[in-house]
């Protein structure tokens, strides 16, 4: 017998989104495992595994023939498709048909501005854009900037008549599938082939390109659901098989923090809202016994302030996250309250972490905790993902004392962290030096060794000698009852060269004053040892909006662009309140 | 700022037991993480996660310092250390120090033949062996023929005075780790550098070499873990990091079913019995709150069969998982009777898949079954672990029908099978090829999906044109409360070629004979349609005891040696009940 060895099905086996892929269809073909439910129309699609892979199939061999897309090498992208598309059973199809096949997924964050979106196509040379119907007027008012970079469009609908456009080529999706086999042939790819490529939000400039391979989303999914077995948090139960998952970030942002994979491989039935509406989701968990999610405090607080929300059968709801910024405590006790499986869980992660990064993980000595002390576990922002090195390190790279004070730079690697910015050697070089990528977030390190943001490098807040740790004074803001939303933001000083101003709103209905507010964190904050006197802002200003980025971040630049006007209707606390001192 | 791309800690940041290794002592220092209990004095030992780290790394400095260890390159082995030692704390030290170092781990399975055990010692040129004192008269009796092949030695033991003996240069392990520093700076191997070397048993020829890559071991204990956080069945909630394991598995046998990597990956507490004695398992199960471990079903038998069972509070125990074997079922009765915590899960592997490849996982529509229901379940083969391909195919090489009737061989391929067998080429051609590891084992498939194993390939009983399924039949044997051991071979026969004959042994105490044996398989078995009559053995044979390997397996080989001797003593069906036909 001639003796031949097979390294890629043995020790280099190459660990591929395609196996994660064809999970749920070899083990569960007839059961239903994607749900998606029209936010506008309200009609309801549901597919079994076998028919979502078939689709997929269709998809892919539709991708290789008439859309002509061709695969990479590793390390080198194939052509980037894109997508300007919501959660659905489409969007789903296209994250794994797309990398399957060799190609990039580029899901266009439609929440940027247009000039930025204008960027990211033109930078990552997408060949093909899949477009919701929804979202075409968007694409039709930056067609001329993007239609010599793009070669083919596909319309993505509900109702397959294609549109009056000027968009072209334009296909139409489910005629191109009907016209394909559901017979394909996956490619064996390199493990390093790259799968997607993802945009920053691009607050301190032009959005950066994050490629990562299948082997990094495959090694990310695989950390996640170890992790979920490791943990004693009870909420962790409710992550098995049987879970019914519903996706609300939207999956152009960040992957939609790990749930287009996370679920798949754990063959959940996977409910998609198209967008978020709270009719829709109240809807959902109750037709489709939703037992988790996870959702940013913007969307929680629509949530728990509907008025209809007493006539859903919410019970399924086992565990409702909350990542992606501060909780306000008045939110999270009306969650408690309203909503059976509410739990906060605070997490940390950017795009270049693809984000899975830092979780608040319960660790396995606090497992008889009572909830009360857990939460407050759950809300620091937590310990390293199992596989990944993560340190708070000083400005000369060494890792700062565990004492809850000490602050520096978190940096990472391993397994799943972006390689290099595409096209951009002098912004990665920028993060990515001494063996470490460097976040640009700031941190101190607590006795139990959990990590807990403070700030971006570039947010930071200097009073004389002293950086201010304003994530620490808006958690604080941001506790106070009547407090919808808080952030602060460094304003010149001619003594202390920066002084913090607060910039607040209220939950509706209140009719509190800067000066209630500033009772409130001298009574809570100074008095009960949280922050020092020094640390109090100096301004303080309740208004109707703050600026924010497309996932809801506090846009810190937009308001020192608009500094002077911010300032002009703030409140100075020395004028509140003659106790109050300034000193550092 | 010089631009610099690392994708060693990024895209291709390697998967190393290292990172296995660090992850408790980061997490959990100060807290017990190793336990063990000398068998015979009694005496206990407990480390926490930094003690045993700090053990380690002295270990890994006197490997490469004093004991002059050299490491390999990606897919090249460096040198062999091999170990003759049971369950203890200094046998995971072991575990880790060899391959984290770059060296190749070869656990000698002390209980194959002592030529057996020479063979394998000169075949991986085994540079170094750590000898536990128990295990020192096996060493002495082979010292000649391996001597020139082993450069030096280490005495293992809790007495650390060196023992007379003829074994030099012998060193002591405990005075070799206090001679060195407790900081050991370890290498960024690539993760292709071999870890472990392990040797089949051997039924069938001289034992051969299977090596395994970090990637390979990495990955074998993420996707088990990722699989318990996934899987419905209400055993696995007993996982998590509070578990209490205890690895009963010999540690020199198929890296004790994976216990040592997925327990130090989860931060367990560990608990070591040196080797299995069944007080130590009831005392060390009360003193440190053991929660789930993993026995054959012979050690099952010791444990349920102690007279002083009931002195001993168990109630700790919320898993005892029983495979390696079938299970019979007056020993389950007995056991779920006794033992608070008893499940019986089936599993299968082999040392060529180091050795996690199908487990009976309980499926997803399956968790509302009764007890009894998922018992059934339970006791089938399984599924494929997620991440490995595995088939049962026909002759062709195509996928037998899911009937539940048709048997075909087993074929896995996946990311930690193993690649070759080492210095073998021909071998390995016996069961590479196609791009495939043939594994030499029969099984049919049911209408859910689940894998039964029929038989190997050798062991199969023709009998005229149709292959007697023998686990079938062995395992319907076992099923009678008054059945310990059951097994089945072929007996030459003019008219079939082949015919089954059944070889038995009784619970102590039992008086049945072959005649009621025979009444039992006609009454369970053929009346009720799990076998048909043909299937019925032509001669049974109850017997004191019945030939095992080191693992517990039967021999059949053994059996077929001295076939007349048994034939002789057996009834022949026939003459037991003259009803009984054997047509095919």
Not at 20 to 36: A, H, Q, S, T
Not at 106 to 134: M, Q
Request: proline share 7%; with cysteine.
């Amino acid at each position: 017998m001639e003796s031949r060895i097979y390294p890629e099905f043995s020790v280099q086996y190459p660990l591929l989104l395609t196996t994660i892929m064809k999970r749920p269809v070899g083990l569960y073909p007839n059961e239903i495992g994607v749900v998606y439910r029209n936010p506008q129309t309200g009609q309801y699609f549901r597919f079994t595994w076998q028919e979502w892979y078939d689709r997929t199939c269709r998809l892919a061999q539709a991708l290789k023939g008439p859309l002509g897309v061709l695969p990479g090498q590793a390390l080198e992208p194939g052509d980037r498709v894109a997508t300007m598309a919501l959660n659905h059973h489409r969007h789903l199809e296209l994250y794994y048909a797309v990398p399957c096949l060799g190609a990039v997924l580029h899901p266009i964050n439609v929440r940027l501005s247009p000039a930025h979106i204008i960027h990211t196509i033109k930078h990552s040379e997408d060949r093909i854009i899949f477009v919701d119907d929804l979202l075409l007027p968007l694409l039709e008012r930056i067609y001329e900037d993007i239609k010599d970079t793009v070669k083919k469009f596909v319309y993505i609908s509900d109702n397959p008549a294609l549109p009056q456009t000027k968009i072209e080529p334009l296909y139409e999706y489910e005629t191109l599938l009907k016209e394909q086999s559901s017979e394909f042939d996956w490619p064996i790819l390199s493990e390093d082939n790259y799968a997607t490529l993802c945009y920053t939000t691009g607050t301190t400039g032009l959005p950066k390109g994050c490629l990562f391979t299948h082997r990094q989303l495959y090694l990310q999914t695989l950390h996640l659901a170890a992790v979920t077995s490791i943990i004693n948090d009870p909420a962790a139960k409710y992550y098995g098989e049987n879970a019914v998952p519903m996706i609300i970030t939207p999956m152009f942002h960040i992957h939609a923090w790990g749930a287009p994979f996370n679920y798949v491989f754990a063959a959940n039935k996977i409910v998609l809202p198209g967008m978020f509406t709270v009719e829709g989701f109240c809807e959902l968990v109750q037709t489709e016994k939703v037992t988790n999610t996870g959702v940013v405090p913007t969307i929680l607080a629509m949530i728990v302030e509907y008025p209809e929300l007493g006539k859903y059968d919410l019970s399924s709801l086992k565990s409702l996250g909350v990542g992606g910024g501060a909780l306000p405590l008045g939110l999270k006790l009306k969650a408690e309250e309203k909503i059976p499986g509410f739990t906060a869980t605070s997490g940390y992660g950017m795009t270049e972490t693809a984000p899975a990064a830092v979780g608040a993980f319960v660790k396995k000595y606090m497992s008889n905790w009572p909830k009360e002390k857990l939460d407050e576990v759950r809300v620091k922002t937590g310990i390293p993902a199992p596989g990944l090195e993560v340190q708070v390190v000083d400005e000369q790279g060494k890792p700062v004392p565990h004492n809850n004070t000490t602050v520096g730079q978190i940096i990472i690697r391993g397994p799943w962290i972006m390689m290099q910015y595409y096209k951009e050697p002098e912004k990665t070089a920028e993060v990515w030096y001494d063996g470490w990528f460097h976040t640009g977030d700031v941190a101190k390190v607590d006795q139990e060794d959990y990590i807990i943001i403070a700030d971006r490098m570039s947010d930071m807040i200097r009073s004389g000698a002293e950086m201010v740790p304003t994530v620490l004074l808006e958690n604080l803001t941001a506790s106070a009852e009547i407090v919808l939303e808080a952030t602060d933001v460094g304003v010149p000083d001619p003594i202390w060269g920066e002084r913090p101003m607060a910039i607040v709103t209220l939950v509706p209905g209140a009719k509190e004053t800067e000066k209630d507010l500033l009772k409130y964190l001298e009574a809570e904050g100074v008095e009960k040892g949280k922050i020092t006197k020094w640390m109090l802002p100096d301004f303080i200003l309740i208004t109707e909006a703050i600026p924010k980025t497309s996932v809801g971040k506090f846009v810190k630049i937009a308001i020192r662009k608009s500094l002077d006007d911010f300032l002009s209707k703030a409140k100075k606390t020395s004028e509140l309140n003659r106790q109050v001192t300034t000193g550092a």
